[in-house]
Structures are given as structure tokens and as C-alpha cells.
């Protein structure tokens, strides 16, 4: 039995629904909590669906009785409880940096999980049901679904251009409505009452006043922080998928953002505007009436280091943001700058919307702003420079609280570095400055990873071209493309001493000097110079307390810092304040395996387990272990290798979100049409066909993982429109053998014992559920490349249990 367009439609509307719903969730949880709830909303999605699987497994019969009735209820459930599943879920108390202290919080976040893995729950049922009912037509429903999905994730891309998140939970409500209207039309006779509530639900989704879709963001946020002072309020708010803006004046205080401003400085800054991208990165849009002497406490910071050292006539400065940096080099009377910002509202902001408040900044004729990512500019451009400046890009307090240990960052790895370096002119510098951290963490990793990339250059001493300082918040590091003279050093410390900084490493320092000012118990970061630019650096970083080896394109986590052997003495400090040493979002991303293994064990293993005489699977026979085996695989290889190529395309399209949306719908959309395509395929020969293309997905995968610094290097040259086109192009021929595995083992099964296919569904869903969460700790722990070859592993082995299935 054919199942009519009608419901491949419904089928492919409720997927798309389901992962743009899953975007959504990332994008709302970015705002009102952190980052590194991304990898979480993947494996609670996939915890729906292999609930789903089992649900079905063990109801098939009497359901599929009633498919139209159980598919419209699904869908309009889905409708009702995705804004409803978040409003509650954003009322948990849930705070990752109490995790190892307060257990409440465990039993917080695993209550978040499954409630929001309920609506995914509900769009499985639809398509699991469909597989079940038209099963002689498996390609075309699992196509339907994974098409819709992949149109899902671009929809949500273009609905986040347009309205506020909150607000596309309205949207949401309404896909699943047309969805059951569409069921509803191949017997409307019979489906009258669900005509009558898809319509209701239509009608409320549309008259809800939107302020009762309300974000609760964290307490802990910076700006809920700001907001307690007396006289603040927001006025501007901007929304993008890069993030949401809030603008915030106080009328009462006066807002005061200057990082690292040395304690001796007798100037403030002018009037500020607070600037916050999803509740937190406070930067601050500076009032300027161009005169330079009202910024003449930008020369009291640790950036200004490079400025006093040399006169330079041209500057680049990467993560211009706001415009602190621009502002710093008019000050110092700089006849050019470029300045690169990633975010064309921040750009928007400055450039005409308080133009007449910034006096004109982005405007002046000695500066260029480019609305672009720093690597994909410098990879475009053969422009040199006297001084390359890398903002301070994120905010302290998350970066203290170790909040984004899990986030992918290519502007600080090696491979970085060397090409800041290439545009730095002949006796130029780059400079870095960081947040200070007792004891030193991303300091410490930071010049290790700058060290690997000048001797990975060829340079053989770097000690010769590298001066650090310190203040009492911020630490700057200057990178020079030559050998740092005595009357550079003479300058740094003459800057030092006016300022109250001390200098942390030049060519020739002493230890003496390094712990006058701004006195530590020890001179931490001066003792991980020396070690690190000694001759035994790796034995130094293999005894320190934090990880700081280098970070590299493969492991792009300079923020990681996690070590397990120093977990039972952070744990000891606890009671006396070490709390700020736990690496919360590492915990919070270890936690959440834990709990998806379990989840997946209690809520599908086990009833599958426990009931597996329902599913036609002989008491005490082995023959069903192959299936177990085969779909487990393809669960973990499909998911290890799509993240994967998430986080490596995060270099190449510039975002999180843009990379999840391009990766994820090519995927799913090839995948859909190998789907597809794979009916050719269950003709009785599906053995040695099935080798043609999981070979193809270890012969792509393994290519792509060792010449992807090639890829990238190409890419970047290339324009926005060209990256885009080409990483569809690189993804498509992957995504499509990808999608041949599974339908080609579903249709096997249904010919020889049906009654499998939803327990075949639900041991997907189960590995799916794991590994969204164990790839992204994998590439943490052991790089991108190592999680591609786990994958192909597991694809062959899924080849070897093809022929096994019963």
C-alpha cells in the first residue's frame, strides 16, 4: 500500500518542525542559559525518538488500527507541547556551576532533558508509525522525513532573521496544525473533530498576546546583573541568528567597561552604552566627540602595550566589536585601520543607529570596517600590517566559571596564529589580550599554542620574539615578527612602571621582576613562560594542574582545561572557594552522558529487554544480536560523523548556527535522497551493493579528515556565497551514501520480520541519543580526526552484521 502525498507532506512538515524546534532550543538556551546546552538538545531530540521506537515497538498492532486518529493526535500535540515543554523547562531552577556541590542540580538538569525531550517524542510517533503502516514504502517515508528535516534547519535560519525566538514558538504551533490538516484531508468525512481542534489550537496560537512567551534568563547572566542597579533599563533590543542584542543605558550610575585599566589611571571613560549578546559578553559603545583626550584611558590598559613600543601607520584589529580597539588607536593617532567585526547588527549599531553618539567612528575615512570572520578575511586579503590586534573577544565572569570550556574557537589555535602572523609586516607584532586567572589557565595555554606555531614556522627561538605583560585583570601578549630589541624592552617597562602592570616574560627577565605590582603568592604566569619557552615544555605541560596543551584546528577548545587528576583536589577546596576552578561546562556535558546513557537504558534498552516476546523475538535466541549490533552502529557512526562536521565547518562558515544549518541540511537532505534512491537496492542483493556505499562514506570521511586543512585554506579565499556552495558540495556526495544503511537494513527486516522495524527504530534512536554527546567529548579529548575514524570503524563493522540479519 502506497502512502498518499498528503501524508508525505504531513510526514515531511512535522520533521521540519521538529528540527528547526531543535535549533530553536539551542538559540533559546544560549540566551538564557550558556553554549554548551547545543550538544544536549541533539541527544534530548534523539532520546524522543527512541522512546518513540519503543512506544511503537510495543504497540504497532493496535495502533497502526488507528494510524489516521494516532498520527493527527501526535502532530497536534507536538503543536501544544513544544511552547509549552520550554516555558517550563526555563522555570527549573538549574544553575551547571553548583553541579558538584548541590545534587538538586543533577535532578534539575535531568528533569530539563526529559521534559524537552516529550515533543520530539511526538513527531517520532508520526513518521515511526508511518514506517510501520506503509512498510513495503520505507525509502520514501524515511526520505520525506529526512527532507523535512532538512528544510527544517534552514526555515528556522531565515524565522531567525525575522522574529525574536520566543516568537517562533508560535510558528512551531502552526507547522503542526497544517500538518494534521493535511492528514485530515485524504478522509475529511471521518476527521471532522480534529479539523475542529487543529483549528482552535490555530486560532489560540495566533491570538496569544507574545508577551506570555517570556525568556527567564539566568540570574547569573551579566546583564540580569546590571539590570539590579538602580536607574538601568534596556533600550534597544536586536535579534539575529548570531545572537540577540540588548542595549542597556543607566541613567542613575554611570556605566563604567574598561578591561585591565590599570589602578593609576586619573581619566574615566566618557558616557557608555552597555551592549550584551545573549545576556552576556558586555561590551560597551563608547560616546565620542573627536577629541582624543577623552580616550585617554584607553592608554592606561594592557592593549596599549603595542602603541608605546613602536609608532605604526597601519592596524588590523579582529573582533572589532563595539569599537574599544578603534577608539584605542585614534587615540593614538593611527593613519589606518581595518577593523573586522563577525556581526552586522554590532556593525549596524555603531554605523547608524548611534553614529551621532559614537561620532561617526565606523565612518571616519582612516577606517575600514569589514563585515566579515577574522580568518575568512585575512585568508582574502595579502594586506600586511604594523599591528595585528585580536580583541578581547568574551566576557570574564563565563570564562572564569570555565562556561566555555565546550566552545569550538578557531581565532586562538595554531594554525591561527601562523596566519596572523603572515600578515604581520617585517617587524610588526600580534597582539593577544586575555582575562587573568589565579592560577594561570588559558594565559598559559594560550602562549603554548603561540609557541607551537612560531616552531611549527620554522622559527627556532621563540623566546627572542615574544614580551608579556600583566595587569591586575587583564595579561596582553605581543607576538613580534623579529627579534625584540633593547629599547623595545626599555619602553615595556617604562609602560609598566607608569601603570602599575608587571611584565610577565621579555628576553631577559628576571623573577624579581615579576611580582611587584599586582603581587600573587607566586609568579605563576612569569614560571609557565620560562617553562613553556625551555627546552622541557611538554614535560611542564604534562605535570600541570589544567590542560594547556596547544590548541590546533583538530582540537579548537582553548578554553578547555579540564584534567581528571586534579579533580579530587578542586573537590577539596570547595568549602574554601575553589569553585571558580571547575571547568562547569565540561561537568554539565559529562553529566548530561551520564543521564542520556541511562535515559536510554531505563526507557528503551529495558522495556525492549523485558518485552521482547511482543517483538517476535525467540526467548533465548541470538538471532535478533546483529540487528542490536547493526542499527547501534549506524546510530553512533551517523552522529560522530555529522558532528563532526558541524564543529569542522565552524572554521569555514564563521558560526555556530550557520554551520549547524548548512552541515545539518545538506545532511538530511541527501540523506533523504539516498534514502530514496536506496529502493534500487532491495531487490534480494543488497549485501554487496550496501559495500558500494558505506565504502564511499570511509573513503569520503577519511579524505576529508586528513586534507581538511587544505579544504578550509581554500575555502576561506573564497567568497561568503562560494564557502557555502562548495561545503554543500563537499557534504552532499557523504550525506547521500549516509542515507542508504538504514532503509536498505529497515526494508530487509520487513520482508523477513516486520514486527523488528520499530525495535530497529528504537536501538537507533538509543545510540543516536549517546553519541550526540560522546562525539562532542571525543573531539574534546582526542581531536576531530580520531571521532572520523571511530566512525568509519563503526560503519564497517555495521557492514559485517549486514549480512547477519535475521
Known sequence: ?????????????????????????????????????????????????????????????????????????????????????????????????????????????????????????????????????????????????????????????????????????????????????????????????????????????????????????????????????????????????????????????????APGLSLNAATE???????????????????????????????????????????????????????????????????????????????????????????????????????????????????????????????????????????????????????????????GYLSITRWIKIPPRDEAKLLATVIGA???????????????????????????????????????????????FDPVYYPGITEQEANRFNVQQQPYLYRAATALLGDRSQAFIDAYKFNIEPATDDKPYLFHFFKWRTLPEISSLMASGGSFLLESGYLLLIAALVQAVLASLLLIVLPLRLWKNKLGIEPDSGNHLPLLAYFFCLGLAFLFIEIAFIQKFMLILHHPLYAITVVLSTFLLSAGAGSYFSTRLTAGTETPILMLPIGVIALLSVNYALGFGTIAEFLLKTGSLSRYLFSVILIAPLGFCMGMPFPVALAKISRTNPALIPWAWGINGCASVISAILATLIAMQFGFTVLIFLAVGLYGLAAWCFPRLA
Open 454 to 500: 612560531l616552531k611549527t614556522a620554522g622559527i627556532a627561538q621563540p623566546r627572542q620574539q615574544i614580551v608579556m605583560i600583566r595587569g591586575w585583570q587583564t595579561s596582553t601578549l605581543l607576538v613580534k615578527r623579529g627579534i625584540i630589541s633593547a629599547d623595545e624592552i626599555a619602553r615595556l617597562k617604562q609602560f609598566c612602571n607608569e601603570r602599575s
Open 1 to 257: 500500500m502506497k502512502p498518499h502525498l498528503p501524508l508525505l507532506a504531513a510526514v515531511a512538515i512535522i520533521s521540519a518542525s521538529a528540527l528547526a524546534y531543535e535549533v530553536l532550543l539551542m538559540r533559546l538556551f544560549s540566551i538564557i542559559q550558556w553554549h554548551h546546552f547545543a550538544y544536549m538538545m541533539i541527544s534530548l531530540a534523539l532520546l524522543g525518538y527512541g522512546v518513540s521506537g519503543v512506544f511503537l515497538a510495543l504497540n504497532r498492532d493496535r495502533l497502526v488500527k488507528l494510524f489516521p486518529t494516532w498520527t493527527m493526535a501526535n502532530m497536534l500535540l507536538f503543536s501544544c507541547s513544544a511552547p509549552m515543554c520550554f516555558l517550563l523547562a526555563q522555570y527549573i531552577p538549574f544553575n551547571p556551576a553548583e553541579m558538584l556541590w548541590t545534587p538538586m542540580q543533577l535532578w534539575n538538569l535531568c528533569s530539563i532533558y526529559l521534559i524537552l525531550a516529550l515533543p520530539f517524542f511526538f513527531t517520532a510517533n508520526v513518521a515511526g508509525l508511518a514506517l510501520y503502516r506503509y512498510k513495503d514504502r520505507v525509502s520514501s517515508i524515511y526520505a520525506a522525513d529526512l527532507s523535512g528535516a532538512g528544510i527544517g534547519s534552514i526555515g528556522i535560519m531565515l524565522l531567525l532573521f525575522l522574529l525574536f525566538p520566543e516568537k517562533i514558538l508560535t510558528v512551531l504551533m502552526l507547522s503542526g496544525v497544517v500538518a494534521t490538516l493535511l492528514v485530515s484531508s485524504h478522509d475529511l468525512e471521518r476527521s471532522k473533530p480534529w479539523v475542529m481542534l487543529s483549528v482552535i489550537i490555530g486560532l489560540t496560537a495566533i491570538i496569544t498576546p507574545s508577551a506570555s512567551i517570556a525568556l527567564k534568563v539566568s540570574p547569573y547572566k551579566t546583564l540580569n546583573q546590571l539590570l539590579q542597579l538602580p536607574g538601568t533599563q534596556i533600550i534597544g533590543r536586536y535579534s539575529s541568528p548570531l545572537g540577540l542584542i540588548d542595549i542597556v543605558k543607566s541613567g542613575t550610575t554611570p556605566l563604567r567597561h
Open 269 to 427: 571613560p566618557p558616557e557608555q552604552l552597555a551592549v550584551f549578546t545573549d545576556a552576556d559578553n558586555m561590551t560597551a559603545i563608547t560616546r565620542y566627540d573627536g577629541n582624543p583626550q577623552t580616550l585617554g584611558y584607553l592608554d592606561q590598559t594592557t592593549s596599549a602595550l603595542p602603541y608605546h613600543l613602536k609608532r605604526h601607520a597601519d592596524v588590523l584589529i579582529l573582533g572589532a566589536g563595539t569599537g574599544s580597539d578603534v577608539l584605542q588607536a585614534n587615540y593614538h593617532a593611527i593613519k589606518h585601520i581595518d577593523a573586522v567585526e563577525l556581526n552586522p547588527q554590532i556593525v549596524e549599531l555603531v554605523q547608524r543607529k548611534y553614529a551621532g553618539f559614537t561620532g561617526y567612528l565606523y565612518s571616519s575615512a582612516h577606517v575600514d570596517v569589514h563585515v566579515d570572520e577574522a580568518r575568512g578575511y585575512l585568508a582574502a586579503t595579502g594586506k600586511t600590517y604594523n599591528l595585528v590586534n585580536l580583541s578581547l573577544l568574551d566576557a570574564f565572569g563565563a570564562s572564569a566559571a570555565g562556561l566555555y570550556s565546550m566552545a569550538e574557537n578557531y581565532l586562538y589555535t595554531e594554525q591561527a596564529v601562523r596566519e596572523y602572523l603572515r600578515h604581520v609586516s617585517p617587524d
